[in-house]
């Protein structure tokens, strides 16, 4: 009998299981270390520069409307720190896509019970790093003007109003798109037949992602959700049916 799908929290939540425990605390490890640094490195960045980033996008009100400023200041904040996510997760997720892309294959042989891919070596895992970073710019390639336009709207008076909200959506979607795009790499799903997958997954995919989301917006914390998100993927992937619906690129 097939295991049941599981709600969004929990593909997350077995997915920080399946990383911490000891047949996958290897492959953890690298991407684990490189992420912490790039993070540190980051942060330290962004705090010196976050008051000045608030103040490009807070609108300019005339003296009579000044009272707003006070009530607008936690939404342009909460627009810079997704602004700032996403940067860093983008930026996180580029440089750790060949050991996500191993990770995920080495929870879905957990998962499965057996093992269909290559046996580890690092021939295998250097000749993943052209496939997986040109899927990470084919990820960028989908972000960007959709960023770009929200980015846009961010610089609108009144209409940036909406602005964050729908960042979070987006945010929220993108997670989806970026974690589970691990394991359907994996198996050369083509990027539109994914998406498309995804689509008919709508409520899971955002369920899945906006967990993600949470978890990985806390500093330091989001180091280790990272390749427990990638696992949480891959049991979605496994418990969701995604090797049902395989199209090879062409």
């Given at each position: 009998?097939?295991?049941?799908?599981?709600?969004?929290?929990?593909?997350?939540?077995?997915?920080?299981?399946?990383?911490?425990?000891?047949?996958?605390?290897?492959?953890?490890?690298?991407?684990?270390?490189v992420?912490?640094?790039?993070?540190?490195?980051?942060?330290?960045?962004?705090?010196?520069?976050?008051?000045?980033?608030?103040?490009?996008?807070?609108p300019?009100?005339?003296?009579?409307?000044?009272?707003?400023?006070?009530?607008?200041?936690?939404?342009?904040?909460?627009?810079?720190?997704?602004?700032?996510?996403?940067?860093?997760?983008?930026?996180a997720?580029?440089?750790?896509?060949?050991?996500?892309?191993?990770?995920?294959?080495?929870?879905e042989?957990?998962?499965?019970?057996?093992?269909?891919?290559?046996?580890?070596?690092?021939?295998?895992?250097?000749?993943?790093?052209?496939?997986?970073?040109?899927?990470e710019?084919?990820?960028?390639?989908?972000?960007?003007?959709?960023?770009?336009?929200?980015?846009?709207?961010?610089?609108?008076?009144?209409?940036?109003l909406?602005?964050?909200?729908?960042?979070?959506?987006?945010?929220?979607?993108?997670?989806?798109?970026?974690?589970i795009?691990?394991?359907?790499?994996?198996?050369?799903?083509?990027?539109?037949?994914?998406?498309?997958?995804?689509?008919?997954?709508?409520?899971?995919?955002?369920?899945?992602?906006?967990?993600?989301?949470?978890?990985?917006?806390?500093?330091?914390?989001?180091?280790?959700?990272?390749?427990?998100?990638?696992?949480g993927?891959?049991?979605?992937?496994?418990?969701?049916?995604?090797?049902?619906?395989?199209?090879?690129?062409?």
């Amino acid at each position: 009998m097939p295991a049941p799908a599981l709600s969004g929290p929990q593909y997350l939540g077995e997915g920080l299981k399946l990383v911490l425990s000891p047949g996958l605390r290897l492959f953890v490890l690298l991407p684990l270390t490189v992420n912490l640094l790039l993070f540190a490195a980051l942060i330290g960045f962004a705090v010196q520069e976050f008051s000045g980033w608030v103040d490009a996008f807070m609108p300019s009100l005339p003296e009579w409307l000044s009272f707003l400023q006070y009530l607008l200041w936690p939404l342009f904040v909460l627009l810079v720190l997704v602004l700032v996510f996403f940067s860093f997760t983008m930026l996180a997720n580029i440089i750790a896509a060949p050991f996500n892309g191993f990770l995920a294959e080495k929870v879905e042989v957990v998962v499965r019970g057996k093992d269909e891919f290559p046996a580890f070596s690092w021939a295998e895992l250097m000749a993943m790093i052209p496939r997986t970073l040109g899927r990470e710019l084919r990820k960028l390639a989908y972000f960007l003007p959709r960023a770009g336009a929200l980015l846009i709207l961010s610089f609108i008076p009144v209409v940036n109003l909406v602005a964050a909200p729908l960042w979070i959506v987006f945010g929220v979607w993108m997670m989806a798109v970026q974690y589970i795009d691990y394991p359907a790499d994996n198996h050369k799903l083509g990027w539109n037949e994914m998406l498309a997958w995804l689509r008919e997954k709508r409520w899971q995919s955002l369920g899945f992602g906006g967990i993600t989301y949470l978890a990985l917006m806390i500093p330091f914390v989001n180091i280790l959700m990272m390749p427990a998100a990638v696992a949480g993927a891959t049991l979605f992937w496994v418990r969701e049916g995604g090797d049902r619906h395989l199209v090879p690129e062409a």
